[in-house]
């Protein structure tokens, strides 16, 4: 009884803390009741915790998807007319990983990037939520970003030399400030291989200009003073920190493999995603209460338990989606409520097993051996989700499976409420059981 009682307790106290995770940042608090006019507000207290070297912050804000949050939604199409079609498709390819990885370095939350192939155009589909300019998204993400330093010759010589020098011998870029004007810089590492190739540049160009191009475009341009060992550089010039920042984000995403150009570009709005939560709230609610009364009418005081810890399971669920962060698209919402349904699944299971193991032995053994053995179905149902969820996510990026985020919002919400569910209906409910249900007699 003190082990039940003892897990109910860590139980109880594990909700309390995922309940105060899931509350909003601010709650209105008013009411007067005679004389007592009460006009303040909560304020949910978010932790800054330094452990040593780490700061643990984290402000348990829910992050919304495109769909609900607004944010940009870009398409790029892809000049592939110089390659061969057997070519094409690893290009293609390319391409979108390279803007995964600038899409990710631009710090966006759950960003969807998607290849499209359509009457012979190659399109790139790029979905940022909560970014609303557009021109910073496009400059970051659709330039070719192709870094060459050019000899300039002797003086008196106009004739360039391109080097054999480029973005794909670079190791490493980084934003860094000029010891002596304080100006932002951006500090270049390069490879083992690359280092030696500057090196030598810099060996036969003493006293002269060395001229360093992005996309065509000459953005700084160097005396070199004396030969440069180590395989380390940096590009100055008139930048702002924000222009370092993006320059580094393309540098060490690498080159785009081909020319892209912009073709459609929109600012999704919040209005639809504050309407979508606003409707999908109201149908949780609903559900949340058929499925409440449902489980009082039908088991009565187990019924009561059994919705104690579906309130527990919603709460613990919201608490985590804060926490990873899970990124809560319209159809993650969807995922959300099946699992909802599907939560109190393992509970009518157990309750039913009950019903005829009561008739075989006694009231507490009944209870013990009616989880044990509705235990296989359970987990063989829920097993079949996790399945079809994992399919649905598809983590592997399989090309031959969906890759569309939505989708994978949905299956991961409900491959996480299949996953809590199974806590809160073998393990909360069964403590819970066992401490308040056990001594009753049927």
Do not use: C
């Not at 507000?41 to 609900?68: H, Q, S």
């Not at 919603?314 to 319209?330: E, N, R, S």
């Not at 991961?412 to 996953?419: E, R, S």
Request: hydrophobic share 45%; charged share 20%.
């Amino acid at each position: 009884m003190f082990s039940s009682l003892r897990k109910t307790i860590l139980i109880i106290f594990l909700a309390i803390i995922a309940l105060y995770i899931s509350l909003p940042k601010e709650i209105p608090i008013k009411f007067k009741l005679g004389s007592l006019n009460v006009d303040t507000k909560f304020t949910r207290y978010d932790p800054n915790l330094k452990l040593g070297r780490i700061t643990i912050k984290n402000n348990f804000d829910l992050v919304l998807g495109l769909d609900l949050a607004g944010g940009s939604h870009l398409v790029f199409e892809a000049d592939t007319k110089s390659l061969a079609s057997a070519d094409k498709k690893e290009a293609i390819l390319s391409l979108k990983e390279v803007m995964e990885k600038r899409v990710n370095l631009f710090g966006v939350s759950e960003p969807n990037v998607q290849t499209s192939s359509f009457e012979g155009k190659d399109r790139i589909i790029v979905e940022l939520p909560g970014v609303k300019d557009t021109k910073q998204a496009v400059d970051l993400i659709g330039k070719v970003a192709q870094l060459v330093f050019v000899e300039t010759g002797n003086e008196g010589d106009t004739g360039l030399k391109p080097t054999d020098l480029t973005g794909a011998d670079l190791k490493k870029a980084s934003v860094s400030y000029d010891t002596s004007t304080g100006k932002p810089v951006v500090s270049l590492e390069f490879t083992e291989e690359g280092g030696k190739k500057f090196a030598d540049i810099t060996e036969r160009n003493v006293g002269k200009t060395l001229a360093i191009f992005l996309d065509s475009e000459p953005i700084s341009a160097p005396v070199v003073r004396e030969k440069i060992t180590g395989g380390k550089a940096q590009i100055s010039g008139d930048f702002t920190v924000e222009a370092v920042k993006n320059l580094v984000v393309q540098l060490n995403a690498g080159a785009l493999p081909v020319p892209v150009k912009l073709v459609e570009e929109r600012t999704i709005g919040a209005t639809l995603g504050g309407e979508s939560i606003e409707k999908s709230i109201t149908a949780g609610l609903i559900g949340l209460t058929m499925v409440l009364i449902f489980m009082v009418l039908t088991y009565g005081r187990f019924g009561i338990i059994a919705d104690f810890a579906l309130i527990i399971f919603g709460v613990l669920t919201f608490a985590i989606y804060k926490l990873i962060p899970v990124v809560l698209t319209l159809p993650g919402i969807a995922g959300f409520l099946l699992s909802v349904g599907m939560s109190v699944d393992s509970n009518i299971l157990i309750f039913e097993r009950f019903k005829e193991e009561k008739l075989r032995r006694g009231f507490a053994n009944a209870l013990e051996v009616s989880f044990g053995r509705a235990w296989d179905s359970i987990r063989d149902a829920n097993v079949a989700t996790l399945v079809t969820a994992f399919v649905l996510a598809n983590p592997l990026d399989l090309n031959f499976l969906h890759t569309s985020g939505p989708v994978r919002g949905f299956a991961i919400t409900l491959a996480l409420g299949i996953l809590i569910s199974l806590f809160t209906g073998i393990v909360v409910t069964r403590n819970l059981l066992r401490v308040f249900v056990k001594e009753k007699k049927e």
